[in-house]
């Protein structure tokens, strides 16, 4: 058990609907990592929040938004979903101290399929 | 930004035999590299990793060498054994300011290890 946190673990929805993907990180751990993972193009970054704010950010679309909130849980936002979204979403965490990287903590990720 | 190839995608060896992954990264930045193994149904896990100011780290069956002035590095699993069955994804980072750790993983190699 990583310490973080997925909810939901599968879901299911159509085309053209929102949902909401909630992590809850390692206790201790400031940053949060969002990476989506699909078949043919592996684990993409998508964006990270440390300690409430923005600090990095990948391959995350306009109509995916994400945020950290003051107890450091985060939410993964995706809307007007295409058949395209349909992967599985992973949550990490870590300390994030320092200029070095260190071990990220990975939940069991979301699976989201869309029809 | 980084792009990190990794090969083979997949590999298939008997147990007891040495297994071997490479990877190759473009920005020359970088100076941190995790390995992380998936097993099915999981979150990727941290196995081992390597910062640039070292060419090879061990640990126990597991070692991972760092070629800087090539710009790859490499997992080396000898002894396999079943258990050591599970994708394994590389990934680079550079060290920056902000506690912005963005990760970038490569596409991941399948390992099957056949009793």
């Known amino acids: 058990d990583s310490g973080v946190t997925q909810t939901p673990k599968h879901l299911i929805t159509a085309t053209g609907q929102r949902v909401t993907l909630r992590c809850s990180p390692r206790s201790g751990d400031l940053s949060v990592y969002w990476y989506q993972q699909s078949l043919d193009q592996g684990l993409q970054f998508l964006i990270q929040y440390y300690n409430g704010e923005e600090r990095a950010k990948g391959n995350i679309l306009e109509r995916f938004s994400a945020q950290q909130f003051p107890d450091l849980h985060s939410e993964l936002n995706l809307s007007s979903l295409e058949l395209g979204d349909s992967a599985l979403y992973f949550c990490a965490s870590s300390v994030a101290r320092g200029r070095m990287p260190g071990e990220l903590f990975f939940g069991e990720g979301s699976r989201l399929t869309v029809l | 930004g980084e792009n990190v190839e990794q090969h083979p995608s997949t590999l298939s060896v008997q147990e007891g035999d040495s297994a071997v992954i490479k990877c190759t990264y473009s920005?020359?930045?970088?100076?941190?590299f995790p390995w992380y193994k998936q097993e099915l149904g999981k979150g990727p896990q941290l196995i081992i990793d390597?910062?640039?100011?070292?060419g090879e780290k061990k640990d126990q069956r597991i070692a991972v060498t760092l070629n800087k002035t090539a710009k790859h590095f490499s997992l080396h699993i000898t002894e396999t054994q079943p258990e050591d069955s599970a994708v394994y994804f590389c990934a680079a980072s550079r060290e920056s300011g902000g506690s912005n750790y963005k990760l970038t993983f490569g596409k991941g190699t399948l390992l099957t290890v056949n009793p």
């Open positions: 390597i910062r640039s100011n070292v």
């Open positions: 920005d020359s930045a970088s100076n941190y």
